[in-house]
T-cell receptor, first 114, second 115 residues
């Protein structure tokens, strides 16, 4: 089944404790991206990757890191999480950066930082 | 800057009735795509319908259709014969051809379906 697998689904952590949210796709998609969803703000892009070893900042990159060492994986790293990073996170992929098919989304990670 | 605006935070509809969700957008690009995504309580983002800006004909997918008014930069979603399973948050989104692949989302509209 073609899908984007994102883990964990729920995560509660403490301020300052480094964490990684994993994302993997099995569709050989070139483009991958991370979004955060906050009430009243919709989804906002954090980082994106056009292909292996090619990543760039989205609209809200502060406090986040990413890497794309393999085409299928695109982990999101919070080196020192803070309470304002409490949010719902989505990983998404698409065949190319501009696709009429839109994105395929992961199932989301609900992160709470206390 | 490109923007997407959904001015209706919440809507409700009676089962079997028709409801229209509004979306306006702003872009300077001539080539772009518009999407409606559905997010049920499961949180999964599900693509409902897509529209290519160069196509004048409005997209239709079963009970879902859009009213695409390019000059007015409006992209509304009509749901006919509403079902309980349509209850969800709906997001309008814009993808510009020169926008590094970013999807720009509206704020979302929560749709309640009453039995």
């Amino acid at each position: 089944e073609a899908q984007v697998t994102q883990n964990p689904r729920y995560l509660i952590t403490v301020t300052g404790k480094k964490l990684t949210v994993t994302c993997s796709q099995n569709m050989n998609h070139e483009y991958m991206s991370w979004y955060r969803q906050d009430p009243g703000l919709g989804l906002r892009q954090i980082y994106y990757s056009m292909n292996v070893e090619v990543t760039d900042k989205g609209d809200v990159p502060e406090g986040y890191k990413v890497s794309r060492k393999e085409k299928r994986n695109f982990p999101l790293i919070l080196e020192s999480p803070s309470p304002n990073q409490t949010s719902l996170y989505f990983c998404a992929s698409s065949l190319t950066s501009y696709s009429v098919y839109g994105y395929t989304f992961g199932s989301g990670t609900r992160l709470t930082v206390v | 800057a490109q923007t997407v605006t959904q001015s209706q935070p919440e809507m409700s509809v009676q089962e079997a009735e028709t409801v229209t969700l509004s979306c306006t957008y702003d872009t300077s690009e001539s080539d772009y795509y518009l999407f409606w995504y559905k997010q049920p309580p499961s949180r999964q983002m599900i693509l409902v319908i897509r529209q290519e800006a160069y196509k004048q004909q409005n997209a239709t997918e079963n009970r879902f259709s859009v009213n695409f008014q390019k000059a007015a930069k409006s992209f509304s979603l009509k749901i006919s014969d509403s079902q309980l399973g349509d209850a969800a948050m709906y997001f309008c989104a814009l993808a510009g051809s020169s926008n590094t692949g970013k999807l720009i989302f509206g704020q979302g509209t929560t749709l309640q379906v009453k039995p």
